[in-house]
């Protein structure tokens, strides 16, 4: 059979006068036509030198046409029986009426000669056919889900070109090729149709040539976390060679580009957020959620980020002591060198003072501590001291050497550089101040890139943060760069991911709890955690916004302690009195502790208030050794009990633990120790999720959400098929 075939819109996507991407499976189709002998003529509207980079085009994937615009080879214009119409058995064209059908219809159609009324005839048929229920067979042409389209052309709506909206299926078998019918591919694939991705879909360009659908791109992605597979490399090979992702794709094969553009500019947090947001309203229409409660934990994952380029905030500070020792002493040389040559008088320049650091003071006592605890072989105290080097401290720097540049072309002074020659006074002690400039500017970008919150950070990871981790394969307590990643669970399902640079868990709690807020309103009800988010500020958080906390104490396991009911310096464990209105407590001997003042402390930007009580006099109380804290015979003889109370902290600890101790409380700590820690247990050890792949908080976020979404379409897809079922607690 002679058949005619178009280029444009046909075997490539139609951006006449550039070449398209080529249109799936079309060159294999046609090839596989060549060897059941077919004779193929290209036929286009192209001409000269557009033609032959068509005709090169398809030659180089291995497609050598019989004729181009032409009946045979040698035909000629002009010449006896020349006509501009083809003699072909068969057009193949975009442009036929009812549109161009899949490559997969076409072979079926040429090899079986069939019409489309015999295809549309067919497929009706066996719809109204009853049939028992079988595999799910994926009809492909070369591995691609055969579709009809009935529009007159391709368009870019991503939604009906990945949902398949408006179009009909034509059940022809070219390859047939079996998933399972429970394969959680088709359960992302119903997630997905009721999602809105106008977010996603806002960050892509209208403009310039039409990349792959990031509605696939998601989905291919997000299957791939579901099958535990993060790396782009492997993702793209996969979608050549797995089965349910050539399905997802549809025979494309995208490559490591299209994902890394895909992650890096068109899926943002706020995207993945809304998605898996969106995802947690289904669920709770559905009954599986109710987003009233969350059992919260969070675990340390690693950074990539080279282990031993690390910054510590005390390495800096004790640098930095020594290098304003050397500034101190080249202000003073540079005092000395104008009064010697007398500058100062001839150029109107005053005496320079040394600029102040505020805490520097207390850096250098700890030094001199450490020094000497270093010569009895004690372990050497913390000086990760906050200090912050203003703008001011370089400047005055700055400053001097100015002076001295314009001291040096006044007197015709020439700075000079290479061996042998030898560099003036003037030059010398501009070149130290400028070095030591140097240096102050280093420690103060180092202090701005920590912060106020952390004290080290990795120089190939600028926001990952040194942690001690669990998993010490040195076995000396080495600390790592990594993330801080919390979870918020319900049933089974991640509500929310959060990734901070801080090691300890109290400040991750409120974080968390103002995005489910923003998501959702004020719906939350009930909070459980363990001890690590156990502080004052969050039970405060959680009373002000009236969310019952099942927050164990820090204290728990030590409240069922003999030793915790007799210690007789707690206030706890002392009988109290009122005397005109105003409360005191009564010691172990008999003695009252009246109230003596307010005090209050600053703490991450939170203020706390204390009640400080006192004895009057301790004197003759045979129960000081017990009563005061580190109680010393001959130093402390004079010395009264004194203590301090945060009221406010302990009624919030007394009501969380009278919940946790609550029959419920009991119930729901079963719950998130299985739920959370489960999670954790299955992503390190059964998944081996242990270091992130990308680096910045930003990305390593995206890497975890897409992870999470992924696990939480694998909940769903159980929950479905009856493979999971809702905690109600253990049995006995």
């Known amino acids: 059979m002679i058949i005619a075939v178009d280029f444009d819109g046909t075997i490539v ?165 079996s998933l399972p019918d429970d394969d959680p591919v088709y359960t992302l694939k119903k997630v997905m149709e009721e999602l809105d991705f106008s977010g996603l879909l806002a960050n892509c360009s209208d403009k310039g040539r039409t990349g792959y659908n990031p509605i696939m791109m998601y989905a291919v992605v997000t299957y791939a976390n579901m099958r535990g597979i993060r790396s782009v490399d492997c993702i793209v090979d996969l979608c050549e060679r797995d089965l349910a992702f050539i399905w997802l794709t549809r025979g494309q094969k995208p490559k490591r580009d299209a994902f890394y553009d895909f992650k890096n500019r068109k899926l943002t947090s706020d995207v993945l957020d809304d998605l898996n947001y969106q995802f947690m309203r289904r669920l709770q229409k559905e009954g599986l959620v109710t987003l ?20 510590w905030r005390g390495s800096i500070n004790y640098h930095l002591a020594g290098l304003l020792d050397s500034i101190d002493q080249l202000f003073e040389k540079y005092n000395s060198f104008l009064q010697e040559n007398d500058y100062g008088t001839k150029y109107e320049l005053g005496n320079a003072q040394m600029f102040v650091i505020e805490g520097m003071d207390k850096v250098r006592e700890v030094i001199e501590k450490n020094r000497k605890r270093k010569l009895v072989k004690h372990k050497k105290l913390s000086n990760n001291r906050i200090i912050e080097i203003d703008n001011c401290s370089p400047l005055e720097i700055r400053k001097l050497q100015n002076n001295l540049t314009m001291i040096a072309d006044n007197e015709g002074i020439e700075f000079v550089y290479g061996k042998g020659k030898r560099k003036p006074a003037l030059q010398q002690l501009h070149e130290e101040l400028e070095q030591c400039g140097k240096r102050l500017m280093e420690y103060k970008e180092c202090f701005e890139i920590m912060g106020k919150d952390r004290n080290s950070y990795s120089k190939t990871d600028l926001e990952a943060t040194f942690m001690r981790m669990k998993e010490d394969h040195m076995l000396n307590g080495q600390l790592k760069p990594a993330y801080n990643v919390q979870i918020a669970v319900e049933n089974y399902f991640i509500v929310h991911g959060y990734v901070s640079s801080d090691r300890t868990d109290y400040n991750t709690l409120i974080p968390v709890l103002e995005k489910h807020k923003n998501a959702f309103g004020s719906i939350l ?27 164990k104490l820090q204290d728990h396991e030590k409240r069922k302690t003999r030793a915790y009911s007799e210690d007789i310096s707690k206030y706890y464990n002392m009988r109290t009195g009122i005397f005109e209105d105003e409360q005191f407590y009564i010691c172990h001997d008999g003695r009252e502790l009246r109230h003596l003042r307010i005090e209050s402390k600053e703490q991450d930007g939170y203020t706390q208030t204390f009640e400080v009580y006192g004895c009057a006099d301790c004197s003759g109380c045979e129960h000081k050794a017990r009563c005061l804290y580190k109680y010393d015979a001959k130093k402390d003889a004079e010395k009264n009990k004194v203590m301090k109370i945060n009221e406010q902290w302990e009624e919030l600890k007394e009501r969380s633990h009278a919940n946790i101790q609550s029959e419920r409380g009991i119930l729901k700590r079963q719950t998130r120790s299985i739920q959370t820690e489960g999670h954790f247990g299955d992503i390190k050890e059964n998944e081996n999720f242990r270091r992130f792949n990308y680096r910045s908080a930003d990305k390593v976020y995206k890497e975890f959400m897409l992870y999470a979404i992924g696990r939480n379409i694998n909940k769903y897809h159980r929950f479905l098929y009856e493979k999971l079922r809702k905690f109600e607690g253990k049995t006995a």
């Open 525 to 551: 009800e009930e909070v459980t955690a363990d001890s690590g988010y156990c502080r004052e500020k969050n039970l405060l958080y959680l009373k002000r916004n009236e969310i019952s906390s099942y927050i």
């Open 292 to 311: 009233k409660e969350l059992f919260i934990d969070g675990t340390k994952i690693e950074a990539n980020a080279n282990r031993y380029t690390f910054v």
């Open 13 to 177: 996507e139609h951006r006449y006068p550039r070449i398209g991407e080529e249109i799936p499976f079309a060159v294999d189709t046609l090839k596989l036509l060549q060897q059941e002998k077919h004779r193929l003529i290209l036929w286009s509207v192209r001409e000269g030198a557009l033609l032959d980079e068509a005709v090169e085009w398809c030659k180089a994937r291995g497609l050598e046409f019989y004729a181009v615009n032409k009946d045979y080879p040698e035909e000629q214009k002009g010449h006896q029986g020349f006509s501009r119409k083809l003699k072909a058995d068969m057009f193949i064209d975009d442009r036929n009426l009812g549109g161009l059908p899949d490559w997969g219809v076409i072979y079926a159609m040429i090899k079986e000669k069939k019409t489309f009324a015999d295809v549309y005839g067919q497929n009706g048929e066996e719809e109204k056919t009853p049939s028992k229920k079988k595999k799910r067979w994926l009809t492909t042409t070369i591995f691609l889900s055969v579709t009809c389209y009935n529009v007159t052309m391709l368009t870019n709506n991503y939604y009906n070109d990945f949902f398949e909206l408006g179009q009909q299926k034509i059940n022809f078998s070219f390859f047939e090729l």
